[in-house]
Structure formats: structure tokens, C-alpha cells
């Protein structure tokens, strides 16, 4: 769907405080409502904006059923409000409603963004008692088959601003719901600069993580970081593997599957066993959860995502290029926003373990200054659209235009 840029684009300040102007007679109270705080990125765009707002001298506040990572928002001293947000019961979703009123009241809120769609039908409720602005972010294009799940759904087009993170969002949103193209806000997820950038990343951290993984000095690392979830396509991965020892005739070669299980035990364990009729065992290796991913990727030799239906944006993809890495991707989703195909990524047909292994193939046999220069030219290009700094600046002028900043 073509769509005028100018109408889905916000101002992009030169600083977040940008967003609010000089002249509030009060600083602007945003509160972000979604399920829970435990891992994913929405949950780490919704802290890195509350940070944001603090440091542009505005009042944020987060509603979620907690987590984990509410601690990095105690750190920041900004305030957290326990509710039961991740139910989907349309009781709980009511009284949460009933809640999230109290506390826009109580708090002077100006602003709600709902990045979840459970509170945000709490959320949208509660602004329309109060007045308060009401406002979302599309982090997934959410499938549906019928009309009510296309309804509950809808909530998430109803903000007086609807972010999108990537054009792939934004055109579903547009194909899908309706909302006028004026209201959508195309604003791309990110990483951080801060953290995913080689030299940051010191030669203790990186000897303490090959220890923990039993890594061999003289093999190249192919990994995949994703939880253990079917679609991020392990299983594609393992097969192209097989096909790529088969040809090479040897097995010098590391494979991490970096990711929690989350409880999928069941798919954990085919995986192992794929891997065990390959022939590929002590070539494949699930690590569960990596705490630091910086180091990670910088063991890496070529870094893959074989997911089997379409990523929203791509995160993982995005810090492995910040890191330096080769890439390889497959062809759905918003990979066309996140890599440049032919030059910082090989792009292959999902479900496809002979393409896969035809990238890989080529990916390893790279001289260490090719390697060197696709890194560099993957580094400038996420360096120029994907931080973190402008994510945020981003969203903050969306807040103004709210507030008529």
C-alpha cells in the first residue's frame, strides 16, 4: 500500500525534551499500560521511553502486571503500579478499566499508551471517563480468522495516535483496520548503542561466555538467538546444517540455539533429537537464556534468522549488524527495513534448508576483511535509522503532538 510518508511520519526532534516545548505550565504525566514486565520489545521500548520522559523533565508512570524488569524502572525512581493487566477476562479487563481511571485522577495523567491490547481496552475505557488522551502502539501484525478477534483487536487502531514499528506493521494496520492514515505514526523499533557496539564489549566477557559454553577456539559459531518456539525456525536451521556438513564433509562448525524454552519442553527435546539423527551432536547446542547477548553476538561468526512466519521488526537482526555480524534473514515480514539484501545480509525463502544452506555456505567462506567490511557497512546503516536515542526522540514528539506542544 503506498501511503504518504508526510502522514506517517511524526517530527523527529533533535532531543527528546524537544517534544514538549518551553511553555507547559506543568510537566506532562504519561502513563504506559501494558500485561506484564518480564522480556520482549515492547517491554524494553516502554522503559527506555519512560527513562526518556524523566530525563525531559516529564512525569511517567507504568501500569503492568509486573516482572523482572520493573527493577530497571525502581532504579530510574520512576513509579510502577501493580495491576492485573495481562487477563483477557472482560471482568478483569472492566475493573482494570475501573483502575486505570482512578489512576489517571489521582496521578494528573495527560497521556495513555497502551502497547498491548487487553489494557488496552482497559486503557481506551478509561480515558473516555476521564478525557485523558488515548493513544497505541501496534508492536505485531495480530492475526485474526473471524470478526471478533478482528474486534478485539481493533482497540489498538481506536489512539488518537497509532505507532507503528515498522512499514510492515504500519501497511497491515492500514490494509486491515479502520483508521485514518493521518492518526499512524511509523516509529521503528531499536537497539542500543550503549550496549550492542564491539568496542564495549571487553575480552573478559567475551572469555567468561565461551567458558560457560564450552566453546572450541578454532571452530566458526553460527548463531540463532530466539526463544525455543517453532516458528524461529530451529528446526530449518538444523536441516540446512545437515545438508552443509554433508557437503563440506566435516563437522567443524558450533551452532547456538540461544533462547528459553519457556516451558516448551516438548519442542526442546525434538530439537535435540533432530539434531541427533543429523549427526550434528556437539554441533548443535541449546544454550537457554544468554543475560548478555553483546557478547554473544561478538562470538558469532554469522548470526541467523530463519523465522517461518513474519517478524514484526527483527531486533535480534538489527544488534547483530550493530555488532558487525553477517546476517542471513528470511524473506518475510520487515526484513526489507532492517537489512540491506546482497550487502550486510544474505535473504532466503522461509521453510527452505537448501537455500539456508547454500548462505550459510557462502557466509563461512568469507576472508576476514570481507567479513570485516560487510560488518562495518551493516554498523553504519542501523547506526543511521535503529538507536535507541532516536526511538525515542521520536515517540516524545508524538506525545507533544498530543499535548499540542
Known sequence: MDVDPHLTTGPRPDNASAAFGATATRPAVVLQVLPTLVTGGAERGCIDVAIGLAEA???PLVASQGGPMVRELDRAGIKHITLPLASKNPLTIRRNAKRLEQVIREHGVDIVHARSRAPAWSAWMACGRTGAHFMTTFHAPYNFKGGLKR???????????????SEFVRDHVLANYDVDPARVRLIHRCYDPSVFAPERVNSARIIQLAKQWRL??????ILLPGRLTRWKGQIVLIEALEKLVRTLGHKDLCCLLVGSDQGRSGYRQELEERAKRAGLEGVVRLTGDCSDMAAAYTLATVVVSASREPEAFGRVIVEAQAMGKPVIVTSIGAYRETVIPGETAWVVPPDD??????AL??????SDAERAAIGAHAQAFVSQRFTKERMVAETLAVYGELLGA
Open 353 to 358: 534448508a537448501d537455500a539456508l544452506a547454500k
Open 57 to 59: 523533565g516529564a512525569v
Open 361 to 366: 555456505g557462502e557466509a563461512l567462506a568469507l
Open 216 to 221: 572450541p577456539d578454532d571452530r566458526p559459531v
Open 151 to 165: 474486534w478485539y483487536n481493533s482497540v489498538m487502531a481506536r489512539g488518537e495516535r497509532v505507532i507503528a514499528i
